[in-house]
């Protein structure tokens, strides 16, 4: 996998289900051999707690570009939204870890896009979440457990049939379109 100049977006399983089959350390080291080449990629990270945060964590501490893509506003937790608006507010409350990471990864990025500006939620939004992602990308890297069902394989699938190629680090397998 050669990502010279490329996009590179995620998409992967949140902590639990992850951790069920591939180890939180492995995660750190694949991840690491893959983006600390002298690539130049840029990642998309899908924002999304587990393999997303992994990703977004690891591009922020080793200064690899990163955009988050954030499927609509609420997503972000209340108080970071809040510490994003405003310094002072940030400067009289203790983020817990989740929080965190999220209000680093955002203040960090190269380019923050939300889909859905407006308040509210629908299930549909991660999924337009995930077409962004994989229509503004070169590649995918997934960590993905083989289950055909939830958002990513959808996502899977839907990089294959835009001929985009996926790297499943759990498996070392490539899929092509």
Request: proline fraction near 2%; hydrophobic fraction near 35%.
């Amino acid at each position: 996998m050669t990502h010279l100049g490329k996009v590179i977006a995620f998409t992967g399983h949140r902590s639990e289900r992850l951790a069920a089959i591939f180890d939180e350390q492995d995660v750190f080291k694949h991840l690491y051999m893959l983006l600390t080449l002298p690539y130049q990629a840029t990642c998309i990270v899908g924002m999304a707690e587990g393999f997303d945060t992994y990703a977004g964590l690891l591009c922020r501490q080793y200064g690899i570009p990163y955009r988050c893509a954030i499927p609509f506003t609420q997503h972000i937790p209340h108080r970071v939204r809040r510490s994003i608006i405003s310094d002072q507010y940030r400067s009289t409350i203790t983020f817990n870890h989740r929080e965190e990471d999220y209000y680093n990864l955002v203040r960090d990025a190269k380019e923050i896009h939300i889909l859905h500006q407006e308040m509210g939620y629908n299930v549909a939004w991660y999924f337009e979440r995930d077409r962004w992602m994989v229509d503004h990308a070169d590649e995918v890297i997934a960590a993905w457990d083989g289950v055909k069902k939830g958002g990513t394989w959808e996502t899977i699938k839907y990089a294959v049939l835009q001929n985009k190629s996926v790297y499943n680090i759990i498996t070392g397998e490539y899929y092509h379109g």
